[in-house]
């Protein structure tokens, strides 16, 4: 994987969905991640795609893949305090190592 | 249960000195991976190695060190070369390109260590 972007911040109301955003500019992609980074720990994986698999879902979480658009998104429905942590798209190709995004720092207010 | 254990959690350097950060995974993973994270700016790669007793330098090696002479342990000693060594450090391994099963689940993490210059 060469370059992979996301989005900063993102600010949310508990209970509303989050939808966070992440484009990869590597076609030879094979395997895109998820991770969600809280306070002063390590990062724990949520969920990977394969690259030519265009929904996954899993309980709250949902991720979309547009191949043609190299765009990755997560949506989190009916977002929790527990939710708010920093969120990183990463994109795996040929070489087996990953490229991450610099993360989206999501912020959830009651 | 397997896992990857980075310690120290905490660890306070004075200037000049080096230290050594531990990384051990029981997962049976080849590749290893080191992370150096600052606020705001992502991860960013130090060094990785993908079997035992072979390394390779990541995007900021400059002013670090690594060791594998385990497949288990990946050890990672920030010198004193290393002008700015404050800052949170991951770990990471997974399985690598010749043994990974079809599904590869990606990396997994440490907790970190957070090394601050005193």
């Known amino acids: 994987g060469e370059d992979v972007e996301q989005s900063l911040f993102l600010s949310v109301r508990e209970g509303d969905s989050s939808v966070i955003n992440c484009t990869y500019t590597?076609?030879?992609?094979?395997?895109l991640y998820w991770y969600k980074q809280e306070p002063g720990a390590g990062l724990q994986l949520l969920t990977y795609?394969?690259?030519?698999?265009d929904m996954k879902q899993d309980q709250r979480l949902t991720v979309l893949l547009n191949k043609k658009d190299k765009h990755l998104s997560l949506r989190i429905a009916d977002t929790q305090t527990g939710d708010s942590a920093i969120y990183f798209c990463?994109?795996?190709?040929?070489?087996?190592?990953?490229?991450f995004g610099a993360g989206t720092t999501v912020t959830v207010r009651a | 249960d397997g896992g990857i254990t980075q310690s120290p959690k905490y660890l306070f350097r004075k200037e000049g000195q080096n230290v050594t950060l531990s990384c051990e995974q029981n997962?049976?993973?080849?590749?290893m991976y080191w992370y150096r994270q600052d606020p705001g700016q992502g991860l960013r790669l130090i060094y990785y190695?993908?079997?035992?007793?072979?390394?390779q330098k990541g995007d900021i090696a400059e002013g670090y060190s690594v060791s594998r002479e385990k497949k288990e342990s990946f050890p990672l000693t920030v010198t004193s070369a290393q002008k700015n060594p404050t800052a949170f450090y991951l770990c990471?391994?997974?399985?690598?390109?010749?043994?990974?099963?079809?599904?590869?689940?990606?990396?997994?993490f440490g907790s970190g260590t957070r090394l601050t210059v005193v």
């Open positions: 795609n394969f690259s030519n698999m």
């Open positions: 990463a994109d795996r190709s040929n070489d087996y190592k990953l490229s």
């Open positions: 997962l049976n993973h080849d590749a």
């Open positions: 190695s993908q079997i035992v007793n072979d390394f």
């Open positions: 990471a391994s997974s399985p690598s390109g010749v043994t990974t099963a079809p599904r590869n689940y990606g990396y997994t």
């Open positions: 590597d076609s030879s992609s094979t395997y």
